[in-house]
């Protein structure tokens, strides 16, 4: 079987471990954590963006789930739209940059948050952040719901960060490993079997 979760009840210890493809992952942020930290952001934000309305550019896939919960803790009336920009393969990231497709909003004058996921190397963001302000933004910053401070590469900025994880690679909450994994609502780090 592809994809296994034992069909035992929430919360017992079979549950806490699921399998993808050749690798196996342990849980290690739950889903009540996780809404804490995004509700802390989100009132962050509405502090912040009061009175205003900003575009939110969620970055796909990834960033579907932390936006989705993000948005709706929000008392201020963003704009959500969503673009797709990514470099990632497997569980190492390539450097290699590609072109942000879909942003067809009208972005001048605008206060821009990015959405995404996770801030790794920083390359993606870094790469993005040009591409936004050449669209006549007026504001970007970045919110994102997880940083793996010991990998960055660059210097970034990041305005809004949920929570700062160890360098392992994640699954779950928006998360895949090849395309799998990113329907559980809690986060599972990979368990090193070498
Ligand atoms: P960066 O350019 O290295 O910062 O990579 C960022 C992108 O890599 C994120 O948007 C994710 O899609 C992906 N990524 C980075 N770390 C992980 C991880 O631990 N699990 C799943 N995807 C990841
Ligand atoms: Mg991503």
Redesign the pocket.
């Known amino acids: 079987m592809l994809l296994t979760t034992s069909p035992t009840a929430e919360g017992s210890p079979d549950m806490k471990k699921i399998h993808i493809l050749d690798k196996d992952f342990s849980i290690s942020i739950t889903e009540e954590t996780i809404q804490t930290r995004v509700r802390r952001v989100a009132d962050k934000i509405n502090r912040d963006y009061k009175g205003k309305s900003p575009v939110f550019v969620c970055?796909l896939?990834?960033?579907f789930m932390f936006a989705a919960d993000l948005v709706r803790y929000l008392d201020i009336q963003p704009a959500v739209t969503f673009a797709r920009f990514?470099?990632?393969r497997g569980?190492e990231?390539t450097?290699v940059?590609r072109e942000l497709l879909g942003v067809t909003e009208d972005l001048k004058g605008k206060d821009v948050v990015i959405v995404?996921?996770?801030?790794?190397?920083?390359?993606?963001?870094?790469a993005l952040l040009p591409v936004i302000k050449e669209k006549g933004a007026e504001t970007v910053e970045i919110a994102c719901f997880?940083r793996?401070p010991g990998?960055?590469?660059v210097d970034l900025d990041i305005k809004y960060c949920a929570m700062d994880i160890p360098d392992?690679?994640?699954?779950g909450y928006g998360?895949?490993?090849d395309g799998y994994g990113r329907n559980y609502r809690d986060i599972y780090t990979v368990i090193d079997n070498k």
Request: charged letters at 25%.
């Open positions: 970055i896939n990834g960033s990514s470099s990632y569980t990231t450097g940059v995404e996921d996770i801030v790794d190397t920083g390359i993606t963001m870094k997880l793996k990998k960055l590469k392992d690679f994640i699954v998360l895949d490993y």
